[in-house]
Nanobody
């Protein structure tokens, strides 16, 4: 399994930007599909973005498409989520996730590994 540690969360005003980073450990990082989920208080954990092991396939939830960009650097074992034009409804704990199957990142129930989460708060 791969171990994941997120960083980069914080407080930002509406319209601002943040970049989340996820550092992975393990020899087989490039074989994992990676994703970002978020969970707001009282809501289910939701898939935000995912990227295939070689970075060639990317998907976004409709709520963030055009504003968020997921990327990865396999040599550095890093995954990033660039978040622009942030809105108050983007406020949540953001989790980095790994799955051996790309489809496994569409729901929280199929994820193989989770990071500890990082808080993102967007003030209005």
């Amino acid at each position: 399994q791969v171990q994941l540690v997120e960083s980069g969360g914080g407080l930002v005003q509406t319209g601002g930007s943040l970049t989340l980073s996820c550092a992975a450990s393990g020899r087989t990082f490039s074989t994992y599909n990676m994703g970002w989920f978020r969970q707001a208080p009282g809501k289910e954990r939701q898939s935000v973005a995912r990227i295939s092991g070689d970075g060639s396939v990317i998907s976004y939830d409709a709520s963030v498409k055009g504003r968020f960009t997921i990327s990865r650097n396999n040599a550095r074992k890093m995954v990033y989520l660039q978040m622009n034009s942030l809105k108050p409804e983007d406020t949540a704990v953001y989790y980095c996730a790994a799955s051996v199957y790309y489809s496994g990142l569409s729901t929280s129930s199929s994820v193989d590994s989770w990071g500890q989460g990082t808080q993102v708060t967007v003030s209005s």
